[in-house]
Every structure is written in structure tokens, then in C-alpha cells.
């Protein structure tokens, strides 16, 4: 009977060692290492912007300034300014009319009458100083070309041109005189207005009749080859 109750007490101590020896679970930590997922750095490529800037500055114009004219004249009875008028229409030059400030009337124009104006004045130059409304023309620099006209008086251009003539220079500029007349040529009058500037280059000049047309100042404006 002893013997029985000491193999179960054995029985029973050997099941109590079994369950004293229950696992624990693995205290170190499983360093997962956590994969960070490289970034696809979309490196976007830099729009081309274009190198080749507008300029903004203007683009100069080949602008000949050879080419302006200008068209000045002393009429009396109206034919050197219908003749100035066809050049101002052939050429696309200005027009510039001579106004004495005292104008001359039919008397003092009758050269048949010594006691007339022009016939005075003709036969006393010291007296020939015509005042004029204007004798210098706005932006007178400007004109490359000049063209003088008057009617002739006793040979020569009339006086009162004199007076612009005096007031001006015409230094690098192409002076080209005309007159009109009902029988004398252009003469010395060309010339004589050349010498008293003392500056500018003359042409020679062109006489026109007292009723010329456009078409026969068109002609010679095209001969001039400016």
C-alpha cells in the first residue's frame, strides 16, 4: 500500500515540474526595419524659356531726309504762284509763300508809270529793302531742297526775295531757282541770288512762262533727277 501512494506522489511531482516549465514569448523585439520607399523625385525638366528676348526698341527707320522739300516764292499777279504750286505737286515739297508786309498793288506794279512803286524802287536799290510778314521758314533745317521762285523784275529776281534770301542759310542745301516772265529769260537773277547767300548749292534754274502748265513743270522736275 506504501508503495502504491509513493509512485503516485512521483506521478504527481512530475507533472508539476512539466508545467513549471511554460514558454515565454521572445522579448526582443523584432526591429522590422521599415522600408521607406525611395520617392521618385520627378526632377520635372525646366521649361526652355526662350533666350531670344523681343527687343523692345524700335526699329529705326531708314528714313532719306534727302528728299524734303521745300518750295518758297514771291508772286505779284498770281503766275509764280500757280508754277510754285505744280512743283509743290511734282516734288511733295511745302509751300512757303513771300508776303511783304506793305503788299504791292496794281499801281504799284504799272512799270509804266514812272511814278510807281517798282519803277521807284528799281531806280533807287537802297530803297529795294522789302519787310516781309515771315522771311525764316519753321524747321528750316529740315529742308535737304529749295526751290526759289519770282516773277522778273528789270532783269533780275524780284526785290523782295532779297529779304528771305538775307535771312537765311543755306548751307548743305540744294537751291534751285525758277521765275516766270512773259518774254525774259531767267538771266543773271539765279546767280545774283547765289552770291548774295554766299552759301548753298545753286542750280541753274528755270524760266516759265506766264502760263505754264503742270504738266511742262512736271517734265522738268523729273529732269532734275533728285
Not at 514771291?74 to 511745302?94: K, L
Not at 525758277?178 to 541753274?204: I, P, R, V
Request: proline share 4%.
Amino acid at each position: 500500500m506504501k508503495k502504491l501512494i509513493a509512485l503516485l506522489m512521483g506521478f504527481v511531482m512530475i507533472l508539476g515540474l512539466a508545467s513549471c516549465s511554460s514558454e515565454t514569448p521572445d522579448s526582443s523585439s523584432s526591429s522590422a526595419s521599415t522600408s521607406t520607399a525611395p520617392q521618385t523625385s520627378q526632377s520635372s525638366e525646366p521649361e526652355e524659356t526662350s533666350s531670344a528676348s523681343t527687343s523692345s526698341e524700335s526699329v529705326q527707320e531708314s528714313q532719306t531726309e534727302g528728299g524734303k522739300t521745300l518750295v518758297v516764292y514771291f508772286s505779284a499777279t498770281g503766275n509764280t504762284e500757280g508754277a510754285a504750286g505744280y512743283i509743290a505737286e511734282a516734288t511733295g515739297g511745302d509751300l512757303f509763300e513771300l508776303e511783304p508786309v506793305e503788299p504791292y498793288t496794281d499801281a504799284d506794279l504799272n512799270w509804266n508809270d514812272t511814278n510807281s512803286r517798282v519803277v521807284y524802287e528799281h531806280d533807287n536799290p537802297d530803297d529795294r529793302d522789302v519787310e516781309l510778314v515771315a522771311d525764316t521758314v519753321e524747321n528750316w533745317e529740315e529742308y535737304d531742297t529749295v526751290f526759289i521762285g519770282y516773277p522778273i523784275w528789270w532783269g533780275i529776281a524780284a526785290w523782295p526775295v532779297d529779304t528771305f534770301i538775307e535771312a537765311n542759310d543755306f548751307t548743305g542745301k540744294t537751291v534751285i531757282p525758277f521765275c516766270t516772265s512773259t518774254s525774259s529769260g531767267l538771266g543773271e537773277s539765279g546767280q545774283l541770288l547765289a552770291d548774295m547767300a554766299g552759301t548753298g548749292n545753286w542750280l541753274e534754274g528755270q524760266r516759265f512762262s506766264s502760263n505754264v502748265s503742270a504738266e511742262e513743270v512736271q517734265s522738268w522736275v523729273d529732269g532734275l533727277g533728285l
